[in-house]
Every structure is written in structure tokens, then in C-alpha cells.
């Protein structure tokens, strides 16, 4: 049973005194239930993370100290969401923070796909992520659930705000794995059956090139990176995957097939990531070059360019045949739980869908297209 499912509706409770007003339940998930709230007497608006409290001394109650504390080192990053207080009534703990009220940026993506052929934006929205993301890691914290569900966004999205610390640690090496698994490095992904630690920088840089990928095309390229995904295993034996299957710029495929390299040694630092950001003349494709490819990149940019278009959350590349949904377990370890361990276990699925045809395409090229969609949310603020 989820920690959601164990919390009664607390819509229009007041906490802190009388003075926040929970108005309404605007998200839920394995780690507990987000209301709206307002100020009794400034009338400011808040998220509100409501969790059930736990015993001192329990793994629970250092999960949740751990997550508070992380969070509130980085607060004061202007893109990082704020944390304003802990509350602790009764059988609870409320954190109280920053509302976001336009979403996530899996939302921006998936309903408006703003970024297609937007240059500039993608330049100031992504720059602003790496710097939430060097913020932690300049105080040895690091996120390891990042993606696009974890940023939440203004009403133009042109601001973003890193979130959720549940998973982070302050470890620059680990041997446990966690995250979500279409954003998992593969060394993060092989930890356990390797027996070998990873560098936990390092791999939330790999997370940053999926979230960025998302971004650029609508598209997560794969399900988990492990050789038993047909297109990771296409994408370590061609290292020319991305140019053959997204409508990519040629300077943007040299850059994330650095930041996506399996050796994670190789991966560019936050700041060169930056500054190769900065630089960039385009991300895209233009028009002519896209009619010059592959039915791959031309279905892969139709799709998205009509997702702005028309706000479409999702086109399959054969209308007639649904997705079909599979569960995703987002992973954490379940040793110790100190401070500075990894998060404790939870169970708030994600969810992916299965690969799709298209029908008058070869079998080959089946093998080679990115046709895995975006999870969809799990209902985080």
C-alpha cells in the first residue's frame, strides 16, 4: 500500500496554527500527498508536501530528514524550488514550498512541445537546469532522479526549478542503484550485479542528456539502458544511432553522444556541458535537412512538430494501434539509511510504453526507431 493511500483528504484543514489552508490535493505519489495551499493572512499560495510521520531513530524518519536537509542546502538557488519550513502536527510533516502552478516539464513537453525549433529557449531553460544541478553537486549533493517530472516550470517556461531530493545523496561514489529507469546510467543500472561504485556526478550528467533529448525531440531514446533494450544495444553498435534516428544538428549529435557515452570517464563536465550549450548555433535540424532524411527522423520531427502545433500529448506512428502501457519501478536501495545514504525503498511506478511499428517501414529500421514516449507523470506536484 502507498504512503498516499494511507493519508486521509486533508482538503480544507488548516496546519501551522491556522494559518495555511489546505485547499486542494494537486498531487500524490509513493512518497506522500502535495496540496495547494494559502496563507491565512498574506493570501500567498504554497505547495504543500504532506507525509506521514515516523518514529525517531526508524530508516523512515532519516529518509525523511535526509531529504529535508539535502533540499535546504540548495534552496536558495533561484532554480531550485524553496523550501520555507518543516511543519511536524500530529501523525504528520508538512513541507511547505514554492507552487509551481504551471506543471512539469514532462507536462511542457508532452502537451505543448514548445522546444521544437526553439533555440533560444531551449539555451535558457537548459542552462538554468545545469546550474540547479551544479549548485548541488558544488555542496556535495547529488540528485539522482533527474528528470523532466523533477523540474517544475513557469507559466511560459522560461523558468525552472529543480525539485524532489528523495533519492539524492551526498556520496560522490555509490554502489546503489537508483533513479528512474529510462534516465539510469548504465553503471548506475549494473551496480549491484557488477559490485562496482560509480561516480554519482557523473551520472546525473548522463540523466541531464536524456532530460535534454526529451527536450529536443519528444522522445526518450530508450526504455533502460542495458543490453536487453534493442535500441541502447543499436545505439552502442552505431555510433551514428542519433544521426540516423532524431533530427538532430550535427554539433548537438556530437555533443550527447558525449554526454550519453557508456564510458562514463568520458562524460563532459556540468560546465563544459554549459558552455557547449552556450555556443550552439542551432540543436535542430532545419526543414531541408529533415526532408533529406530517413522516414526515422522525418516521422520523429512530424510528430513533435505537430505535438506544438495542436498541444497533442502523444501521435503514434500507427494511429490505429494504442500504446500499451508497462511499469517502470522507479529503483532505490533498500541497506542503510543513514544521512548520507541512498533513499529507501518506495514503489511509485512510472510508466512507459511499448515500441511501435510503423507499418510501412523495414524491419531495420523498426529496430532503430526511438518510438518510446515520454513516462507519463506520476502525479507529482
Same mark, same amino acid.
Given at each position: 500500500?502507498?504512503?498516499?493511500?494511507?493519508?486521509?483528504?486533508?482538503?480544507?484543514?488548516?496546519?501551522?496554527?491556522?494559518?495555511?489552508?489546505?485547499?486542494?490535493?494537486?498531487?500524490?505519489?509513493?512518497?506522500?500527498?502535495?496540496?495547494?495551499?494559502?496563507?491565512?493572512?498574506?493570501?500567498?499560495?504554497?505547495?504543500?508536501?504532506?507525509?506521514?510521520?515516523?518514529?525517531?531513530?526508524?530508516?523512515?524518519?532519516?529518509?525523511?530528514?535526509?531529504?529535508?536537509?539535502?533540499?535546504?542546502?540548495?534552496?536558495?538557488?533561484?532554480?531550485?524550488?524553496?523550501?520555507?519550513?518543516?511543519?511536524?502536527?500530529?501523525?504528520?510533516?508538512?513541507?511547505?514550498?514554492?507552487?509551481?502552478?504551471?506543471?512539469?516539464?514532462?507536462?511542457?513537453?508532452?502537451?505543448?512541445?514548445?522546444?521544437?525549433?526553439?533555440?533560444?529557449?531551449?539555451?535558457?531553460?537548459?542552462?538554468?537546469?545545469?546550474?540547479?544541478?551544479?549548485?548541488?553537486?558544488?555542496?556535495?549533493?547529488?540528485?539522482?532522479?533527474?528528470?523532466?517530472?523533477?523540474?517544475?516550470?513557469?507559466?511560459?517556461?522560461?523558468?525552472?526549478?529543480?525539485?524532489?531530493?528523495?533519492?539524492?545523496?551526498?556520496?560522490?561514489?555509490?554502489?546503489?542503484?537508483?533513479?528512474?529507469?529510462?534516465?539510469?546510467?548504465?553503471?548506475?543500472?549494473?551496480?549491484?550485479?557488477?559490485?562496482?561504485?560509480?561516480?554519482?556526478?557523473?551520472?546525473?550528467?548522463?540523466?541531464?542528456?536524456?532530460?535534454?533529448?526529451?527536450?529536443?525531440?519528444?522522445?526518450?531514446?530508450?526504455?533502460?539502458?542495458?543490453?536487453?533494450?534493442?535500441?541502447?544495444?543499436?545505439?552502442?553498435?552505431? @555510433?551514428?544511432?542519433?544521426?540516423?534516428?532524431?533530427? *538532430? &544538428?550535427?554539433?548537438?549529435?556530437? $555533443?550527447? !553522444? /558525449?554526454?550519453?557515452?557508456?564510458?562514463?570517464?568520458?562524460?563532459?563536465?556540468?560546465?563544459?556541458?554549459?558552455?557547449?550549450?552556450?555556443?550552439?548555433?542551432?540543436?535542430?535540424?532545419?526543414?531541408?535537412?529533415?526532408?533529406?532524411?530517413?522516414?526515422?527522423?522525418?516521422?520523429?520531427?512530424?510528430?513533435?512538430?505537430?505535438?506544438?502545433?495542436?498541444?497533442?500529448?502523444?501521435?503514434?506512428?500507427?494511429?490505429?494501434?494504442?500504446?500499451?502501457?508497462?511499469?517502470?519501478?522507479?529503483?532505490?536501495?533498500?541497506?542503510?539509511?543513514?544521512?548520507?545514504?541512498?533513499?529507501?525503498?518506495?514503489?511509485? @511506478?512510472?510508466?512507459?510504453?511499448?515500441?511501435?511499428? *510503423? &507499418?510501412?517501414?523495414?524491419?531495420? $529500421?523498426? !529496430? /532503430?526507431?526511438?518510438?518510446?514516449?515520454?513516462?507519463?507523470?506520476?502525479?507529482?506536484?
Amino acid at each position: 500500500m502507498g504512503i498516499s493511500s494511507r493519508i486521509p483528504d486533508l482538503t480544507n484543514s488548516t496546519i501551522d496554527n491556522g494559518s495555511l489552508l489546505l485547499t486542494k490535493r494537486i498531487g500524490s505519489g509513493g512518497f506522500g500527498v502535495v496540496y495547494h495551499a494559502i496563507h491565512s493572512t498574506t493570501t500567498t499560495e504554497y505547495a504543500v508536501k504532506c507525509q506521514l510521520r515516523h518514529e525517531a531513530g526508524t530508516r523512515e524518519a532519516r529518509y525523511q530528514a535526509r531529504e529535508t536537509t539535502f533540499h535546504r542546502l540548495v534552496s536558495s538557488h533561484p532554480n531550485i524550488v524553496t523550501i520555507h519550513r518543516v511543519i511536524v502536527e500530529d501523525a504528520y510533516v508538512f513541507i511547505v514550498m514554492d507552487l509551481c502552478p504551471s506543471g512539469n516539464l514532462l507536462e511542457i513537453i508532452a502537451k505543448r512541445g514548445i522546444f521544437w525549433q526553439n533555440n533560444k529557449l531551449v539555451k535558457q531553460v537548459f542552462t538554468q537546469i545545469i546550474d540547479a544541478v551544479q549548485a548541488c553537486h558544488d555542496k556535495h549533493i547529488y540528485h539522482r532522479d533527474l528528470k523532466p517530472e523533477n523540474i517544475l516550470c513557469s507559466v511560459d517556461a522560461s523558468k525552472v526549478y529543480l525539485t524532489d531530493f528523495g533519492l539524492a545523496s551526498s556520496r560522490s561514489e555509490s554502489d546503489h542503484r537508483a533513479g528512474t529507469a529510462p534516465y539510469e546510467s548504465p553503471e548506475c543500472r549494473n551496480a549491484k550485479s557488477t559490485g562496482r561504485s560509480f561516480n554519482t556526478s557523473a551520472s546525473d550528467v548522463w540523466s541531464l542528456g536524456l532530460v535534454l533529448l526529451n527536450m529536443l525531440t519528444g522522445r526518450s531514446p530508450w526504455a533502460v539502458a542495458e543490453p536487453s533494450d534493442i535500441n541502447f544495444t543499436a545505439y552502442l553498435d552505431d @555510433p551514428h544511432f542519433f544521426a540516423h534516428t532524431l533530427p *538532430l &544538428s550535427r554539433e548537438m549529435d556530437g $555533443l550527447i !553522444r /558525449r554526454v550519453l557515452s557508456a564510458n562514463p570517464c568520458c562524460r563532459p563536465s556540468l560546465a563544459e556541458v554549459r558552455e557547449e550549450i552556450r555556443k550552439m548555433k542551432t540543436f535542430f535540424l532545419t526543414d531541408k535537412q529533415i526532408a533529406k532524411s530517413n522516414g526515422v527522423v522525418q516521422a520523429v520531427a512530424h510528430c513533435y512538430s505537430k505535438q506544438k502545433r495542436m498541444g497533442l500529448y502523444r501521435e503514434p506512428f500507427t494511429p490505429n494501434a494504442p500504446p500499451v502501457p508497462s511499469n517502470v519501478a522507479i529503483r532505490c536501495p533498500s541497506d542503510d539509511f543513514d544521512i548520507d545514504d541512498p533513499a529507501m525503498p518506495n514503489h511509485h @511506478p512510472t510508466t512507459i510504453y511499448a515500441v511501435e511499428k *510503423l &507499418s510501412s517501414r523495414s524491419r531495420t $529500421l523498426l !529496430r /532503430r526507431i526511438p518510438n518510446i514516449p515520454l513516462p507519463p507523470s506520476t502525479s507529482k506536484p
